[in-house]
């Protein structure tokens, strides 16, 4: 166990419609990444945030967008969903930018 | 800008065979250098670092050496068990640039046949 909590573990749902993905850091660290993972496409970062800022930005579409909050856990969201956002989103904290990074078991998102 | 290159998979071994699984990076500066492991329906996990030259990183039976002079960082097994069938990821961090996320390999699948 990582200390990094995602939920929901599984999301189904239909093209056009718009999901929250949610990320709980492990306790003290201050940065959290985005992460997907597509058979075709390996694991692309996305984004990051560290202390509650954007630190930094991967490849992200503009559908997407993420924050931060107050007590450090973040959320993802994914709106106008197409077939092609179907893949596992991981979430990763760490202490700071240069440490490693400790993954979340991940959410399965499957666009119909 | 920093990047990281490893072995295509997929590479299949039979139980007790010796295992390498190659990576070379590009960066300026010093970056620290991982191995994940992503075993079957769970996250990545941390298998093993290295933060300067020379150092050798190893966890559970598994080593990595941050060699400068080639810039690789290769993955090593003496003896592989089925339960080493998974994902592995290279990545690096850091380095003059200080690039302010982790930058992943593509991944390398291991199979293990009993």
């Known amino acids: 166990d990582s200390g990094v909590t995602q939920t929901p573990k599984h999301l189904i749902t239909a093209t056009g419609q718009r999901v929250t993905l949610r990320c709980s850091p492990r306790?003290?660290?201050?940065?959290v990444y985005w992460y997907q993972q597509s058979l075709d496409q390996g694991l692309q970062f996305l984004i990051q945030?560290?202390?509650?800022?954007?630190?930094a930005k991967g490849n992200i579409l503009e559908r997407f967008s993420a924050q931060q909050f107050p007590d450090l856990h973040s959320e993802l969201n994914l709106s106008s969903l197409e077939l092609g956002d179907s893949a596992l989103y991981f979430c990763?904290?760490?202490?700071?930018?240069?440490?490693?990074?400790?993954f979340g078991p991940g959410t399965r998102l499957t666009v119909l | 800008g920093n990047s990281v290159t490893q072995m295509e998979g997929p590479v299949t071994l039979s139980e007790e065979a010796f295992l390498t699984i190659n990576c070379t990076y590009t960066?300026?500066?010093?970056?620290?250098l991982f191995w994940y492991v992503q075993y079957p329906g769970e996250g990545l996990q941390l298998l093993l670092k290295?933060?300067?030259?020379?150092d050798k990183g190893s966890n559970k039976g598994f080593e990595a050496t941050y060699r400068k002079e080639t810039t690789s960082f290769h993955l090593e097994k003496g003896s592989v068990q089925v339960s080493d069938s998974a994902v592995y990821f290279c990545?690096?961090?850091?380095?003059?640039?200080?690039?302010?996320?982790?930058?992943f390999g593509s991944g390398t699948r291991l199979s293990i046949r009993p």
């Open positions: 990763a904290s760490s202490v700071s930018q240069e440490n490693e990074q400790f």
């Open positions: 290295a933060t300067k030259a020379d």
């Open positions: 990545a690096l961090s850091g380095g003059v640039s200080s690039a302010s996320k982790i930058i």
């Open positions: 945030y560290y202390n509650g800022e954007e630190r």
């Open positions: 306790s003290g660290d201050l940065s």
């Open positions: 960066a300026t500066g010093y970056p620290s």
